[in-house]
């Protein structure tokens, strides 16, 4: 395995560079380059897995890379069950993201940029997962950071992008904080950085007493990155950005940075109860706090921005209850049905010159099949119906949470039944019922081409069969997906104790479940479609709720009155008092003081020689004196 496993990163490494350099003499070939590049990580990654399937894993060092005084670090990898699962699904759809952009940018004058960006941050994401030590985590971590602020702001020329960009690089910078502060602690207290020292010397950290605050730290960065309530304000405004970033931010990469990370630290985190109760709760709040500002948003981008941090919440849940495989599993289906669904809103939003609101849509079913039937495969699955991939894996969660804590599983079982709700919304008022598309843009409606529809069709069936690897037992299968991953979890679920549901409940938690799916995508068929339920009246009864979920809680305003005002506040006055009153005050002063100075030596330099002879006498006299006194 030693042979081949470092050219999985430096591939798309390679591929950054030469865009980055040559993109100008390079143009629309640019992508072709980028995305062989991943298509190259991909195949290598695919004989990284069989290998592992195997038992084989390597974690090993390519060379020193900082070596200051006492401190010694190596650039080395890590390849287990977890890390080649993540390598896939970065590799995997990340490939097809890259393949369906080049036609989406096509015609766009900065393609090269675009896919030198975007092969960075393949490079970033794989670093991040595929690294044995806390420093190259954080290398990744920063660096998916930097090129998701270059993507979301590609387009920097609009102001609202640039801004979009900026705001997301400073939310991440919040959560980025308390990460360093945990790996600094962690650094501190057990002397290394690498993970198999760092997981042999658990002990310390417990016996120490900063294990809580440690995970805590760590999971504060998760906050950020993965864009869990308080942080996630920036993933909304990220929509800014190509919809083909939209796709690797939301579903390959970034984003599911935070729940990898809790993943692999689960040795740690399954040792402090208050930290996994923290991680539960932040995530089942998220879930369900992002699910109702979806319920109506006319954006096609941001309802599915919305979901991907509901989606995150569940993830958060299921490793939070100490469900690891659980949580990595919907991490995974999740990856499938997202990618397409934001690649579809990709192909609408082509078909309709860029139009992005769902209520200036309808009918589009017969128009653009493909994307439709792609897009519906998509929808279903990430509304829980079976057998599609997001049944198995919701339903799993849901199943550990319920002997985590009954309130849980209702919370996330409500949260389930608003998920089928407002995607069947965005869904019938995106392709069935009456069109209320411009006439002038109707009549240019039209299908992608097959560079962009034969990435959603390979979707729609990863979609649609990706859940069969965790078929769980009740249901007759083996879950082979948790049984790859069990040797990873092992030291972790010695310390997790959920009781294992009977087959009768899970049952009735499966029916419920099922049902709630099945009540949101009825309730959402007699408003939009039958007309049973008005939803204008249904708006206008519930006025106050309306408003308050149509301006998103009001967050954004109240961060930008309690915080982002009374910063800007405090670094004027830093600027005015501090800047220019006392450190330019100061400079000025020698500055003034000098030419006093030089004012006064200008009366003594006057040319006349009788004043120097006179000087000359006069200091001659004071030295005689001084003589003679003393």
Known sequence: MESFIWYIPLLPLAGAIINGLFGRVLKEKAGIIASLAVLGSFVLSVKAFLLVRQGITFDGNLFDWIVAGDFHTSFGVLVDPLSVVMMLIVTGVGFLIHVYSNGYMHDDPGIARYFAYLNLFIFSMLMLVMGNNLLLLYLGWEGVGLCSYLLIGFWYQKPSAAKAGLKAFITNRVGDFGFAIGIFIIFKTIGTIYYAQIFEQTEALLASGVLTAATLLLFVGAVGKSAQFPLYVWLPDAMEGPTPVSALIHAATMVTAGVYMVARFSPLFSLSEVAMAVVVAIGTFTALFAATMALVNNDIKRVLAYSTISQLGYMFIGVGVGAYAAGIFHLMTHAFFKALLFLGAGSVMHALANETNIQKMGGLYPKIKTTAITFIVAWLAISGIPPLSGFFSKDEILAKAFAYHPLVWALGTLGALLTAFYMSRLVFLTFFGKSRVEPEVEHHIHESPPVMTIPLMILAVLAAIGGFVGIPEVLGGHNHFEK???????????????????????????????????????????????????????????????????????????????????????????????????????????????????????????????????????????????????
Do not use: C
Request: glycine share 6%; net charge neutral.
């Open 484 to 630: 790859f991953l069990a040797p990873v979890f092992e030291q972790a679920e010695e310390h997790i104790h959920l009781a294992h549901p009977s087959h009768a409940v899970e049952y009735a938690l499966m029916g419920t479940s099922i049902l709630m799916a099945l009540a949101g995508i009825v309730l959402a068929y007699l408003m939009y479609i039958k007309g049973s339920i008005s939803p204008v009246k249904m708006a206008q009864r519930f006025q106050g709720l309306y408003r308050l979920l149509y301006n998103k809680y009001y967050v954004d305003e109240i961060y930008q009155k309690f915080i982002i005002n009374p910063l800007i506040a405090f670094s004027r006055w830093l600027w005015h008092f501090v800047d220019e009153g006392i450190v330019d005050g100061l400079v000025n002063l020698a500055g003034r003081l000098m030419i006093l100075f030089g004012l006064l030596l200008r009366r003594v330099q006057t040319g006349y020689v009788q004043n120097y002879a006179a000087f000359f006498v006069l200091g001659t006299l004071i030295l005689l004196a001084y003589y003679l006194l003393s």
